[in-house]
């Protein structure tokens, strides 16, 4: 399995407070993105990086920021969660332009959060 | 821009049934083609891959075909197991190996 640690897995918060999910990766990969799962909606992209403080935006950006400082750390930060940011959250990583180019994406165990 | 299009679900079928999820898609260029599977409480997995048109993906007992003509990759299997039942997701490789998912498909195999 691909070394793919999210913290928290599970977190319940309030509305207006803000929120960091973290995604810690050993594979020592270029890119890692950020996905929402939401039922009748399937994942979507909240943000990339392709590599250190290279970033990008999703199709779902707004009310998301990130940061990658490390190869090895990707951070979601929700500056002032709402109750429409409910949902499990996924990390993923890539080997893309490491010399391979299927594409695959592997992925964490997801975080699930809570805005009350 | 990239699109996927899954059929809508969900799917209950018996054990030993036929198993047919169609998934089509919209692109620019000639993208990787996937299958994903999520079981409870878990991540997706990648099921099988598709890397260029005619490329058959393969695992499990799973397959689909890349036809570049019809821009499809449905998934196939002949006897589904009640190990089966997760949600199953269709995907295609764009730009910076951003993938773009379908919706899921739910699939429950009664014993």
């Known amino acids: 399995d691909a070394g793919i640690t999210q913290s928290p897995r599970h977190k319940v918060t309030e509305t207006g407070t803000p929120v960091t999910l973290r995604c810690h990766q050993t594979?020592?990969?270029?890119?890692m993105y950020w996905y929402r799962q939401d039922p009748g909606h399937g994942l979507r992209l909240i943000h990339y990086?392709?590599?250190?403080?290279d970033t990008d935006k999703g199709e779902v950006s707004d009310g998301y920021s990130v940061s990658r400082s490390k190869t090895e750390d990707f951070l979601l930060t929700l500056e002032s969660a709402t109750s429409s940011q409910t949902s499990v959250y996924f990390c993923?990583?890539?080997?893309w332009g490491q010399g391979q180019e299927s594409g695959e994406l592997f992925f964490g165990e997801g975080s699930r959060l809570t805005v009350l | 821009g990239d699109s996927v299009t899954q059929m809508e679900g969900p799917v209950t079928l018996s054990e030993e049934a036929f198993l047919t999820i169609n998934c089509t898609y919209t692109?620019?260029?000639?993208?990787?083609l996937f299958w994903y599977v999520q079981y409870p409480g878990e991540g997706l997995q990648l099921l099988l891959k598709?890397?260029?048109?005619?490329d058959k993906g393969s695992n499990k007992g799973f397959e689909a075909t890349y036809r570049k003509e019809t821009t499809s990759f449905h998934l196939e299997k002949g006897s589904v197991q009640v190990s089966d039942s997760a949600v199953y997701f269709c995907?295609?490789?764009?730009?910076?190996?951003?993938?773009?998912f379908g919706k899921g498909i739910t699939l429950s195999v009664r014993p």
């Open positions: 993923a990583i890539s080997d």
């Open positions: 990086s392709y590599g250190v403080k």
């Open positions: 598709a890397t260029k048109a005619d």
């Open positions: 692109a620019t260029g000639y993208p990787s």
């Open positions: 594979e020592n990969h270029r890119y």
């Open positions: 995907a295609l490789s764009g730009v910076n190996s951003k993938l773009t």
